[in-house]
């Protein structure tokens, strides 16, 4: 919580200015109230008025000024935390990230920047505010009557520690409805990811009650949380609301019995609203402070460094050979035997064969860095000795399914750009006049074999000296796959290619062959 609290600290200050200021003006109205003197033969100063509305009209331009600006700001201070949190998700291990998934983390971290926001925007200021004039209304009404002032001064802690000790507990809850839900959708995704088997088995009784069962465990945990969030809050409130009411009491008894001018009643009867008021947000600021504290402990379990990748400091000038220094090998709790040629030189082109589920992903994958191993050796360092993201330029992995964005043809080619130089390398088997074109959502105006072009020219672009292509034509056609392969094939003087394919004819393209086979 510090650390974010720091690295917005100029943020919070000109917020806090801005709160000083506009509730200075609040609490001057009350003040201005008591001067005048009610039930005296002289005439009323309707200045009074004009002064009072001049004030009201003043604060209600700064508040305006305040919030125009703080939204100005926290666009910056948005993007920079979720910059951050994004750039913490990049560093996590391969293995925590596909154990939680991208899409589950991607939600999260956008949960947990609008907590920072509403904290930092709301909640820090609501707390310089709600101390300055709850307890500034304190001792203007203990200059009255101090019995009463001493009654409003209990409320103020009793409030903040209610609804502390209600936040422990909600975020407890909150942790097991946020787990159950997450599941719950998980496995209602899992069975609608196909959109064959949805159409095939949709109307089957089992998969209605399937997913009914699944809603119910979702929707149940969350009735769960919210019934016990409102009933707290609502025995709260109702206090706060019974000691009110026995404070007017007190002021009519006190007037009954002339204890009480006409004055003290008048402003007493200005500062209860505002008081409650300022009391009420201490109730708002503990529900975004729970969500605020919930945010952090995603980031610290989550998101923490320990589960960051080992990052080495060795940097290399280009990457000539690759030694694979274990044939038996346990990766990902997939164990798997490797067999054939295990130094890897520029020029070569490895096929990688094996039955499906043998390890071949998994071998290249770890070639590529994703996971942590000890059995390849880059220019005779291991991988825990390289920097990563230098390493990840030189060696690039190019999966099945290709990630196309709704952007230009071009742009995503230039996702795979380091550097600017880079821009003018010249892009195989891709119609130019199409650059500029923008791409629909998932690539729906491209063919197969042209998004595996577009996933093949993005890795190109840093001109790597390793390339491992992972089943990348199984999805397209014969003629499209020869083309793609003819053109890759071509810029292996200066690389290595790793291909893992079931296509016989491909074999014959390789002069190197590594086997995988299961245990």
Avoid: W
Avoid at 402 to 427: A, M, T, W, Y
Wanted: include cysteine.
């Amino acid at each position: 919580m510090k650390e974010y609290v720091l690295k917005n600290k100029r943020f919070i200050i000109l917020m806090s200015i801005g709160t000083l200021i506009t509730t200075f003006l609040i609490l001057l109205v009350p003040i201005i109230i008591t001067s005048i003197k009610f039930g005296d033969d002289e005439i009323f100063d309707y200045k009074l008025v004009i002064i009072i509305s001049i004030v009201m009209l003043v604060s209600l331009f700064l508040q305006y000024i305040i919030i125009f600006f703080r939204e100005k700001i926290a666009v910056d201070m948005n993007i920079k935390n979720s910059l951050d949190l994004y750039d913490r998700m990049f560093k996590l291990k391969y293995n925590n990230l596909i154990k939680l998934g991208p899409s589950y983390l991607v939600d999260r971290i956008s949960t947990v920047v609008s907590s920072l926001y509403l904290f930092l925007c709301t909640t820090l200021t609501s707390i310089i505010t709600n101390i300055i004039i709850s307890v500034s209304c304190v001792f203007i009404v203990m200059y009255y009557n101090f019995f009463l002032g001493v009654l409003l001064f209990i409320i103020i802690p009793f409030n903040y520690f209610g609804y502390r000790e209600l936040n422990k507990s909600l975020q407890k809850k909150s942790v097991y409805m946020q787990k159950a839900s997450s599941l719950g959708y998980q496995n209602i995704l899992a069975l609608m990811a196909n959109s064959d088997f949805m159409k095939q088995y949709s109307s089957y009784p089992f998969t209605n009650n399937y997913i009914k069962e699944e809603l119910f465990s979702i929707f149940k945990s969350i009735k769960d949380v919210n019934v016990f969030a409102q009933s707290m809050s609502t025995i709260l409130k109702f206090i706060n609301i019974y000691v009110q009411n026995i404070v007017i009491f007190l002021i009519s008894y006190d007037v009954i019995k002339n204890k009480l001018g006409i004055t003290p009643v008048v402003v007493i009867s200005v500062i209860l609203p505002i008081f409650f008021n300022s009391v009420n947000e201490i109730t708002r600021l503990n529900i975004s402070s729970h969500e605020f504290k919930s945010g952090i402990n995603f980031i610290n379990e989550e998101l923490s460094q320990e589960h960051f990748e080992k990052n080495g400091s060795k940097v290399l000038d280009s990457i000539n050979d690759i030694k694979i220094i274990k044939t038996n090998i346990e990766q990902n709790n997939i164990k798997f035997k490797i067999e054939g040629d295990f130094h890897l030189e520029k020029g070569d082109i490895i096929y990688v064969s094996g039955v499906s589920g043998s390890g071949k992903s998994t071998l290249l994958k770890s070639i590529a860095s994703f996971y942590e191993n000890d059995y390849i050796l880059y220019e005779n360092f291991y991988l825990n000795e390289l920097q990563l993201e230098e390493l990840r330029k030189k060696v690039v992995y190019v999966a099945q399914e290709s990630v196309i964005l709704p952007i230009s043809l071009e742009r995503n080619l230039q996702l795979g750009c380091f550097e600017e130089h880079n821009r003018d390398l010249k892009v195989k088997g891709i119609d130019k006049e199409r650059l500029t074109e923008k791409i629909y959502e998932g690539g729906r105006n491209l063919s197969g074999g042209e998004k595996q072009r577009v996933a093949i020219a993005r890795a190109l672009y840093t001109d790597p000296d390793v390339l491992l292509l992972d089943e990348v034509t199984s999805n397209i056609d014969d003629e499209s796959t020869k083309l793609i392969y003819r053109d890759v094939l071509s810029l292996s003087k200066n690389k290595i290619i790793f291909i893992t394919s079931h296509d016989e004819s491909i074999r014959k393209m390789c002069n190197k062959e590594i086997v995988v086979r299961k245990g």
